[in-house]
C-alpha cells in the first residue's frame, strides 16, 4: 500500500475483484461491504449485523475469511476478493453451492453467501473436516431461520464430494 | 448515527518508521488500526473520537513470532489464527492458545490482533487474562524508542492504559517455563463463539506431593481491568487441596473480585461463577495430581 496525503478525497484503489483486475474509486474508510455492493453491483455479498457478529458479509480475502463490513477498502488494496458471484465457473455451480442446493442449506438466503464462503476456507484448510470441525468452522455465521442442520449436511456432504 | 467515510481519513503508510513518525508529529490525532474488528465496529457506529486513522494491519514489523530458548516474542500485529497456528503457543501457552480460539468467529480471528486486543482494553477480552498469569511483558514502541512494561502494570483503569500517545505495542514476550504447570481455561457466555464473556478465568498451577507449590489465577469480566487474584493465590500456596481449601478459595475469589451488572449478567451472578469456575480448576488440579 503506497502512502497516501491527501484528506478525506476519494482515492484510485487498486484491487482483485473475483479473478479481475479493477480499481475502485473510494474514501479509503468506506467498508468493502459498502464497495462491492454499491460500487460494483455484487450484491450477493450481504448485511446482517454491520458488526462483526454475524458473517453474512463475509467474503476471502487474499484466501482469508473476513467480514467485509469491519475492512475499510484501503486495507484491502491491492489484494485479491472472492465474493459469492466469484465461486460458480463456466457456468458450473461451486461444489459447495451444489451442495447447498440439494441440502436444503438455504432458506431466506441471507447468511447463505457467508455460509458457503466460510465453508470454503474450512474445507481449504481441512477437506475432510469431522462435525464439530464443521461447526467450528461456521461458529461465525448465524442464520436467523435457524436451518443449521442441513448448512452442517451440506458443508459434509460437498467435502464427501471433494472440493477443490 | 452512522459514520460518513468522507468525514474519515485514513493513511496506509506501509511501515513500522512511518506510522511511529505520523504518530510523533501529532501525539493522540491519530488512532491506529489494525483488523478493525473493534475500531469498525465503533466506526459504524458513528462513535469514533478520532476522525484520522492509520493502518497498522500486516505491518511485518509487527507480525513476526521471534523463538528463542527463553523467550517467545509475540508481535503484536499477530493474529487469533496466527496465535493458534504456532506450535510454541499451542504447546507452551495453552491457556492463550484457548482464549484465541474461543475470540469471535474464523473470520474476526483472522483479522483480530492480540496487541489490538491489549489495547483495546475491554476486561471482557478472553486473551488478557491468559497474559497476567504467564507475565507477560510489553514492548512498547514509538519515534522515541523502546520501552519494556510488565503487563500487569499496564491497564490502570477502567479502558485507560499506559501506552503514550505516541506508542504502539510492538511486541508481547512470554517466558517460557509454564509447559511444566498445569492450565485450565474457563469461558461462560451466552455461546463459546462470538459472545463476550460473562466471566472467564486463565489459570495455573502446580502440585508436589499434594501440596499446591505454585497457582496462578487471572479473571476477565469480574473487574474494570483484566483481574490478576494475588490475596487467593497467597492464600492457595502450600496447602493440600481439599474440600475446606476449595470452600475458603471460593470465599478469597468473592472478596478479590470486583463484577458489575450490566446487560450480559450480575455482579451477583459472576462473582459465583467466578468462586466456582476456581474450584473447579483446584478439583481438577487435585485429580490430575491423584492421576499420577
Known sequence: MKAQTAPRAKLEIALKVNGRSMTVCAHPMERLLDVLRHELGLTGTKEGCGEGECGSCSVLLDGTLVNSCLIPVLQAAGGEVTTIEGLAADGQLHALQQAFLECGGAQCGICTPGMILAACQLLRKKPRPNTKEIQEGLSGNLCRCTGYAQILEAVADAARRGVE | MRAHPAEYELLAPGS????????????????????????????????????????????????????????????????????RAHPTVSGEFPLLASAARWTGGIA?????????????????????????????????????????????????????????????????????????????????????????????????????????????????????????????????????????????????????????????????????????????????????????
Open chain 2, 16 to 83: 513500522l518508521p512511518a506510522v511511529l513518525a505520523l504518530l510523533a508529529n501529532e501525539p493522540g490525532a491519530w488512532l491506529p488500526i489494525a483488523g478493525g474488528t473493534d475500531v469498525m465496529v465503533q466506526y459504524a457506529a458513528g462513535k469514533l473520537a478520532s476522525h484520522k486513522l492509520v493502518s497498522v494491519w500486516d505491518l511485518p514489523e509487527l507480525r513476526r513470532v521471534e523463538v528463542t530458548e527463553d523467550v517467545i516474542r509475540i508481535g503484536a500485529g499477530c493474529t487469533y489464527t496466527d496465535l
Open chain 2, 108 to 292: 474476526n480471528q483472522n483479522r483480530g490482533t492480540i496487541g489490538g486486543n491489549i489495547v483495546n482494553a475491554s476486561p471482557a477480552a478472553d486473551s488478557l487474562p491468559a497474559l497476567l498469569v504467564y507475565e507477560a511483558e510489553l514492548i512498547l514502541v514509538s519515534a522515541r524508542g523502546e520501552r519494556r512494561v510488565p503487563y500487569a502494570d499496564f491497564h490502570v483503569a477502567y479502558r485507560k492504559t499506559r501506552l503514550a500517545a505516541d506508542e504502539l505495542i510492538l511486541a508481547i514476550c512470554l517466558k517460557r517455563r509454564f509447559s511444566e504447570y498445569y492450565a485450565h481455561a474457563r469461558k461462560v457466555g451466552a455461546r463459546n463463539a462470538q459472545a463476550i464473556s460473562k466471566v472467564c478465568l486463565a489459570a495455573l498451577g502446580n502440585l508436589a506431593n499434594g501440596v499446591i507449590l505454585d497457582v496462578r489465577l487471572a479473571m476477565g469480566s469480574v473487574a474494570p481491568v483484566p483481574l490478576r487474584l494475588p490475596a487467593t493465590e497467597r492464600m492457595l500456596k502450600g496447602k493440600r487441596i481439599d474440600e475446606a481449601l476449595i470452600a475458603a478459595a471460593k470465599a478469597a475469589v468473592a472478596a478479590e473480585v470486583r463484577p458489575i451488572d450490566d446487560i450480559r449478567s450480575t455482579a451477583r451472578y459472576r462473582a459465583a461463577v467466578a468462586g466456582n469456575l476456581v474450584a473447579e480448576f483446584l478439583e481438577q488440579l487435585r485429580e490430575r495430581a491423584e492421576a499420577r
